[in-house]
């Protein structure tokens, strides 16, 4: 709860900012407040929550009850049970307490609605975070299926993504997943990068074919930093489900599933060659991973950047604003961190 001197602060930092010709919403955001916040704020400067009166309920439960309630909820042979377990048990046995609902509510006013029993909250850990200020830094690699002609039969396309650039740095298409295949083409993407010598990471899913003794042996002779994601969070190895689903909607995916092993391969060598080289990829402000790769996107950037300011000054009349950005930002993170969410006032 802000006091009235703070709402008067901020009300003032706002009308000042967007006075100097801020948006109104950016600068709620910089305030930490929301724009139905500030509207609220102005249309009543006093906050009369506080001082509302709300009657209690008459049929609500006595302090006595509660207590009983809680007393009960907290027996050894309802220990480790729900409210949703307590409730019939306790019916079964000719009494009546409260409902299931009820029973959440107490506990919760008397905090008491974590795990019952020996049952712990789950802990989830926070997503492992990589930097990459180059090419050939951080990599993604991931395994998905191709359809075939023959129901149950698929074939695996194995994939290697520099995060960086955006670049397919290898590609197969085998029979079967596995590590081996897996640790195969680990190796002939950093002799074609040459990698060796220099730091790497290599992040991928928990499957096996990721954690396989033969592709663990792989990474150490290869002087590759091995990074998980956590268990059941697809989430975490964005940049190889994003690529997988960039294949799979393109006009090029066929309509038909694949005949053979060479026809998956095929299309797959035709789908890296448009990535690489044709597709302007969003992420990258409409350049090619292999001009990001290669260290060709700042000047390809650059005379872009030029070309709108020359066209702005043959015609300033037709630009309300300032010309389009064409900044393609350095430094490139996988799980980024996050800072904690804050609630408006």
């Known amino acids: 709860m802000t006091s009235p001197s703070d709402r008067r602060e901020a009300l003032g930092l706002l009308d000042e900012a967007v006075a100097t010709g801020a948006r ?11 724009v139905r916040t500030v509207q609220r704020w102005r249309q009543k400067p006093e906050d009369a929550r506080p001082q509302a009166h709300r009657p209690v309920p008459s049929h ?45 509510r107490v506990l919760k006013a008397a905090r008491q609605t974590t795990h019952r029993g ?23 690699w991931d395994i998905t299926w191709m359809p075939s002609t023959v129901k149950g039969r698929y074939f695996y396309w194995y994939m290697v993504k520099d995060i960086h650039s955006r670049l397919l740095v290898a590609n197969e298409v085998h029979e079967a997943e596995s590590a081996d295949h897996a640790g195969d083409l680990l190796r002939k993407a950093c002799w074609r990068e040459r990698t060796a010598g220099r730091p790497l990471v290599l992040h ?11 592709m663990l042996a792989t990474l150490y002779e290869l002087g590759v930093a091995s990074s998980f994601s956590r268990p059941r969070v697809s989430n975490d190895n964005a940049y190889a489900e994003a690529l997988f689903r960039t294949a799979k909607y393109c006009p090029l995916w066929p309509e038909r599933p694949f005949d053979t092993l060479d026809e998956a391969r095929v299309w797959v060598n035709r789908f890296v060659a448009w990535y690489n080289h044709e597709h302007r990829h969003s992420a990258l402000n ?17 005379a872009r950047a030029a070309l709108y300011a020359k066209a702005r000054q043959r015609h300033p009349a037709r630009w309300a604003r300032q010309t389009r950005d064409w900044t393609l930002a350095h430094d490139v993170y996988l799980n980024p961190e996050r800072p904690p969410l804050k609630k408006a006032a």
């Open 118 to 140: 020996r049952s712990k909250a789950p802990q989830r850990r926070a997503p492992t975070t990589h930097r990459a200020t180059g090419p050939n830094q951080v990599w993604c």
């Open 286 to 302: 409409y350049v090619t991973p292999s001009q990001r790769h290669g260290g060709h996107a700042e000047h390809l950037l650059a």
């Open 24 to 34: 109104r919403a950016p600068a709620c955001a910089m305030l930490e407040l929301s």
């Open 204 to 214: 991928s899913d928990n499957g096996s074919a990721m954690k396989g003794a033969v």
């Open 60 to 104: 609500q439960l006595s302090e006595a009850e509660r207590q009983h309630l809680l007393a009960v909820a907290n027996e050894p042979a309802h220990a480790q049970m729900t409210p949703h377990q307590i409730v019939p048990k306790l019916a079964d046995e000719g009494i009546f307490l409260a409902s299931e609902s009820t029973f959440y």
